[in-house]
């Protein structure tokens, strides 16, 4: 083992050092397995997952691909709702012989029904006393698939607008599908939080638009000006901005979704802005309002805050159902010596939102919030990932992948090194430690890499002592408040699968990094959950790296022998049956 000693409790295993086995890896007396992987049922009536007869009608019925945010909401015993998102599809991974230049019909709705959300109940009751495995419950009554083409409700003050009308919904209301769904988080209230990213590069021909105004604004987001990565608008011409310029506009969303109640249509919140949503978490504030902190997963972009006006009630299902359409959207502004602000940009009530940003309308501002950001000097970060709260201290995490792109001249006291390719992890405290504070004070907690490089910091931990870590993405807690983070890239910087790693935030152990576990060759670690009994990540694009295709199958996890990979939710536990991580 790379560290030992008498770590923390839940930091008690013996470290896994870096690696690039096509395997996942844990600490010895812990053993780990899929839950579920790509294309296993949902529902009995589900065709069986055929990876060279992949069909749309199958793989609405079966997991999709690419797993992301993982959630687990409690039924009874040692049952479980599992949610799951499904960010994107990686075609020439999926397909044989796919033809990137002209791909068909049929692969273009398996794509289609390859994204979206799953909700899948998973047990653990028939497992006994010693073991933590999971599996799905095939045809569970809440079990439910969303997809790109089902409905989706748009809510708050841009439901209705002129700027999200399209041919086919004249009524600005209903949405299909929801696209690209990165991390997320769930609500004291019992639903689950999904947030749109890349929507991007779904869509076509931002060089056809000619309105001047339009166009900085489709630029600002990234869009194609030409055709789209996956042609999807060959086959729908919603994809085409040069037909369907509000189409885009539906994207970008946190999505709200009540898991508990299966005929719910979920929610996508306007109220809480339109960017590359990486995630939403929530804590809740003295007089029980609920802050929601998000980030903008794009170099130079910024960090978000949401605060409800109303407070959250227990039971209330009806109510709670409308916190998110009332409330007052922040973006941050770091100073150098270690203050900052929230600054507010839209008061949204129901359906009408007031800017407080000169020039742009309130709607305007919950479209457009990146330029609302741009307008009143929100700090540009180096990625914003998962940003959570620790639901022991309060004390707010914000994980910044990396960002290449930053020269000498561009830093700021947040993200002090140019070309940070290993990324960084900054703690927030608002003021008063309350939520509903417009000012904060900040440190910077680690600055990822290899221990042994110059500009790395742990925390003051004694680096000789700690695990190599980069691209910080995903961030969790376990019960006793230590926080967890999983990466994004670390292949590509430090040249080891990348993995979940643990770190004390507060004693003496405070900044010590291990890593708990790695992910299959080319896998990237994504929706990280800590209990007592079991850890929870999902691998997601196991083998894609350079050269990767169906053909070529640079991983063969988790099924091997020379297998097509498949995204999949793994759990880890002990071989003992004891605590994770109590030694
Ligand atoms: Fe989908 Fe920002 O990672
Ligand atoms: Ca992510
Ligand atoms: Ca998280
Ligand atoms: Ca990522």
Redesign the pocket.
Known sequence: PAVGGPDAVGLRFDAVAPNFVDAVSVPAGYTSEPVIRWGDKLFSDAADFDPANLTAAAQARQFGYNNDHVGLLPLEQDEHLMVVNHEYTDEVMMFGGYDAANPTREQVEVSWAAHGLSVVAVTGRHRGPRNGGLDPVVDHPLNRRFTATDEFELTGPVAGAELVRTSADPSGRVVLGTLNNC?G?LSPWGTWLTAEENFNQYFANADGVTDSATRQRLARYGLPGGASERKWERFDTRFDLSAEPNEVNRFGWIVEVDPYDPTSTPRKRTALGRFKHE?A?VSLTPGRRAALYMGDDERFDYLYKFVTRDAYRSNDVAHNATLLDNGTLYVARFADDGSGEWIPLVTSTGDTATSHVPGMTGVEVLLFTRQAGDAVGATTMDRPE?V?PSPKTGVVYVALTNNTARSAAQLNAPNPRPSNKHGHVIELVDGRNDATSSTFTWDIFLLCGNPEDEDTYFAGYDKTQVSPISCPD???FDRHGNLWISTDGQNGTIGANDALHAVAVKGSRRGQVKTFLTVPRGGETCGPIVTDERVLVAVQHPGEYGGASFETRLSSWPDGGGQVPRPSVVVAYRLDGKKIGHG
Do not use: K, Q, S, V
């Open positions: 991390a988080g995630a978490t998962d959570e995903n961030l969790a």
